[in-house]
T-cell receptor
Framework: EAQVTQNPRYLITVTGKKLTVTCSQN?????MSWYRQDPGLGLRQIYY???????DKGDVPEGYKVSRKEKRNFPLILESPSPNQTSLYFC?????????????FGPGTRLTVT | KNQVEQSPQSLIILEGKNCTLQ??????????LRWYKQDTGRGPVSLTI?????NTKSNGRYTATLDADTKQSSLHITASQLSDSASYIC?????????????FGKGNQVVVIP
């Protein structure tokens, strides 16, 4: 089954403790992206990757890192999480970044930073 | 200022009834407009994608319309079912950025009651 998977689905952590949220897709998609979703704000893009070893900042990249060493994986790294990073995170992928390329979203990771 | 505005923010409808959701955007130059359905606690799922030349597109009981001149779109749900309870998100893509610069609306929260 074609899908985007994220792990963990739920995470509670403390301020400053490094964490990684994994994202994997099995559709051989070139383009992958991370979003956060907060009440009243909608989805906002954190980082995106147009292909292996090619990443760039989205609208809200501060406090996050990403890497794209393999085509299928696009982990999101929080080196020193803070409470304002408490949010619902979604990974998405599409065949390319082209305008007509449909995005497939993962199931989401709910992160709480205390 | 958000480039994509959706209305109403939320609505409650009786099972079997129809409803229409509105999306107004200011994104320019326009590339395409997408409607997503997001069930609570899940990732968004694509319903329709429309380009400049398309003014209507259907996906089962969902019908989206687009007026690129007035920069308005609507999503019509016919004969609503309890499973239609979800948030519906309007997303607009700008040329030439494609998926790199998507403008997300905050969503229309629909609750279908028996």
């Amino acid at each position: 089954e074609a899908q985007v998977t994220q792990n963990p689905r739920y995470l509670i952590t403390v301020t400053g403790k490094k964490l990684t949220v994994t994202c994997s897709q099995n559709m051989n998609h070139e383009y992958m992206s991370w979003y956060r979703q907060d009440p009243g704000l909608g989805l906002r893009q954190i980082y995106y990757s147009m292909n292996v070893e090619v990443t760039d900042k989205g609208d809200v990249p501060e406090g996050y890192k990403v890497s794209r060493k393999e085509k299928r994986n696009f982990p999101l790294i929080l080196e020193s999480p803070s409470p304002n990073q408490t949010s619902l995170y979604f990974c998405a992928s599409s065949q390319t970044q082209d305008k007509s390329s449909e995005q497939y979203f993962g199931p989401g990771t709910r992160l709480t930073v205390t | 200022k958000n480039q994509v505005e959706q209305s109403p923010q939320s609505l409650i409808i009786l099972e079997g009834k129809n409803c229409t959701l509105q999306c107004n955007y200011t994104v320019s130059p326009f590339s395409n407009l997408r409607w997503y359905k997001q069930d609570t606690g899940r990732g968004p799922v694509s319903l329709t994608i429309m380009t400049f030349s398309e003014n209507t597109k259907s996906n089962g009981r969902y019908t989206a319309t687009l007026d690129a001149d007035t920069k308005q779109s609507s999503l019509h749900i016919t004969a609503s079912q309890l499973s239609d309870s979800a948030s519906y998100i309007c997303v607009v893509s700008a040329r030439p950025y494609g998926n790199n610069r998507l403008a997300f609306g905050k969503g229309n929260q629909v609750v279908v009651i028996p």
